[in-house]
């Protein structure tokens, strides 16, 4: 898909600036320094509002309808008002099992609900490479990671591979046409085959 290439492809271009430890530690994603998402997200929406197809980025738009809840992170609209992509990006706290159900589980229940295709991206940030200080969140009970809280080790052995194992075992039964996935690894893009 050209749209989503060339997402990816200027995000991959931008993020060489950022400072060292960006993407790849939790530095940048703290209480006080919470900076990865909300300057990420910013940045692509200035690349959306650069693509020529597209007339409108919104932000944190809800799209729920009859119990059908998808909220993306970003939204883009043509001349006519309709969506023609969706854009979540999960930072170093949130690319873990929450991208299963939170991402991936309401957008197809959002497509099959509304019949709609319009394509959707996750960009995760996973490290693909051994991280000993890796976090591993939201491991207690009511927590999205729970299910994991006893794998720390084999996460932290590298976060990219072991979370998408676990995504693309998730998605081997479902329709992934429209659904497409980035990961930035330290100061690199890389389109994610599923």
Not at 55 to 84: C, E, H, L, T
Not at 135 to 141: D, L, M, N
């Amino acid at each position: 898909m050209e749209l989503y290439r060339k997402i990816v492809d200027e995000l991959q271009k931008q993020i060489i600036s950022f400072p060292e430890g960006f993407y790849d530690t939790f530095k940048y994603t703290v209480t006080g320094n919470n900076e990865t998402h909300p300057r990420t997200i910013g940045l692509l929406c200035r690349i959306l509002w650069d693509i020529k197809s597209v007339s409108a980025v919104y932000v944190d738009s809800r799209f729920n309808d009859k119990g059908k809840k998808f909220q993306p992170d970003i939204a883009a609209f043509d001349k006519n008002g309709k969506p023609i992509i969706f854009l979540d990006y999960e930072s170093p706290n949130s690319s873990d099992a929450r991208v299963l159900e939170k991402d991936i589980d309401s957008y197809k229940s959002w497509v099959t609900a509304k019949k709609s295709q319009v394509p959707y991206i996750i960009i995760t940030t996973l490290p693909d490479k051994d991280m000993p200080e890796w976090e591993v969140r939201y491991t207690s009970q009511n927590g999205c990671n729970y299910l994991y809280r006893g794998k720390r080790r084999e996460i932290r052995e590298n976060p990219f591979r072991f979370w998408y194992s676990h995504y693309r075992n998730h998605l081997k039964n479902i329709n992934t046409s429209n659904i497409f996935f980035a990961n930035i690894n330290g100061k690199s893009v890389d389109l994610i085959e599923m």
